[in-house]
């Protein structure tokens, strides 16, 4: 049997870039959880005296691949809508949207969850059976972030996106109305003036809800959106220069030089995340229209970025199964060998893991029908 790393999509459309978007989001996250990881269990006294100041400052904001997720999220769910208003396709069924969401997410969540229930109550022991269950079924509804706001699942820490994608998942066809409207300038006007409402909305504390919400995250989804109108409509904006790859790059470096927790000001907070924001979209723009950093279509950085859903789900949980064994070996008296060397371990640890969940799990899910073949086979034994 050939195994096959390649995601499955429903429409049979295949769109490199975005698995290599999505590689850059997951590893940033990645990196982030590795980052607060090793800060907290690698208490090797080092002789050295390396400043990584600039070092940990960048990756402390690894946190914005959830973000660039939301971002992905707005522009694959946005185009099915947008080709059916612009003329394309056929409506889209509502029925087979919501089964598709269902059949497609829900599987590898509930099993990766029951596996984390499990070894953080029976095996780990770091959980009592009645916190992992309340964390376990509270995340399995979604609503974790609304009935414990300011606190992170138990059980899963990065659980808490997911309650926004569904969210997301849950609004996108009433928000997908947008695309119904002709003018394109009119269009994209709405879209982006509607996102800078909701920046400012969130930026200064006029959202009366206490837990966090799409209300938050919003903006990101309505950039994808807006990235849909332009790719489904084949509409560019910026042309091809030979500068293009500079200002990619400045565009990329922008996204990670703050976020909202260095700015004290609403006011700065709010246009920073404007800025921020814009980059996004420009990065995007210049990666999908005018395929640039064409290196985020390598099959290797497509495999990765098409298995982010298992590596979100297990990342942080491998890490603390197996990271207080590495970080008990010292390889030398120097961090600037230490740290690559622990780092290179776990993060091998989560691809092979990973892939192997992916491959078993959630890659057979993306199959449309697999449930109905299974009942199939159920049928002819």
């Known amino acids: 049997m050939k195994l096959s790393f390649r995601r499955i999509t429903s429409s049979g459309g295949f769109i490199p870039e975005i698995d290599g978007l999505r590689f850059i989001a997951i590893l940033s996250v990645i990196l982030f959880h590795l980052s607060e990881f090793l800060k907290v269990k690698d208490l090797t006294f080092y002789a050295d005296s390396t400043d990584y100041s600039v070092l940990k400052y960048i990756i402390s904001h690894g946190h914005l691949g959830v973000p660039l997720f939301f971002v992905i999220s707005g522009f694959i769910l946005g185009m099915p809508f947008a080709k059916y208003h612009f003329g394309q396709t056929g409506p889209v069924s509502l029925k087979k949207y919501f089964l598709r969401r269902l059949t497609r997410l829900e599987p590898p969540y509930i099993v990766a969850m029951t596996i984390l229930l499990f070894g953080a109550v029976f095996v780990a022991e770091i959980l009592t059976f009645e916190k992992g269950m309340i ?57 982006i003036l509607t996102a800078i409402f909701f920046l400012a909305f969130k930026n200064f504390s006029l959202n009366p809800l206490r837990f966090l919400s799409i209300i938050d995250y919003i903006h990101y989804f309505i950039t994808g959106f807006l990235l849909a109108d332009l790719y489904t409509s084949g509409s560019k ?3 091809r220069t030979r500068f293009d790859f500079i200002f990619t790059f400045i565009l990329f470096t922008t996204i990670w030089l703050f976020d909202e927790g260095d700015i004290d000001s609403n006011l ?37 970025g098409g298995m982010c859903y298992s590596i979100y789900l297990l990342h942080a949980s491998i890490f603390s199964l197996f990271g207080n064994a590495v970080c008990g070996i010292t390889f030398s008296k120097y961090s600037y060998i230490n740290v690559p060397i622990y780092s290179a371990i776990l993060v091998t640890m989560v691809l092979v893991i990973s892939s192997i969940f992916y491959l078993l799990i959630e890659r057979p899910c993306m199959d449309k029908d697999w449930y109905k073949k299974i009942f199939r086979l159920n049928r002819h034994t």
Do not use: C
């Open 135 to 191: 964390s376990y079924l509270t995340s399995l509804i979604y609503s974790h972030n609304i009935i414990f706001p300011d606190v992170l699942p138990e059980l899963n820490g990065a659980a808490w996106s997911l309650e926004i994608e569904v969210q997301f998942y849950i609004l996108a066809p009433l928000m997908a109305y947008i695309f119904s409207v002709r003018s394109p300038l009119k269009r994209r006007a709405v879209l």
């Open 268 to 304: 700065y907070s709010f246009l920073w995340e404007t800025v921020q924001t814009a980059s996004i979209f420009l990065f995007y723009y210049y990666v999908l229209f005018n395929k640039n950093f064409s290196l985020l279509s390598n099959s290797f950085i497509t495999a990765i």
């Open 237 to 239: 904006i910026l042309p």
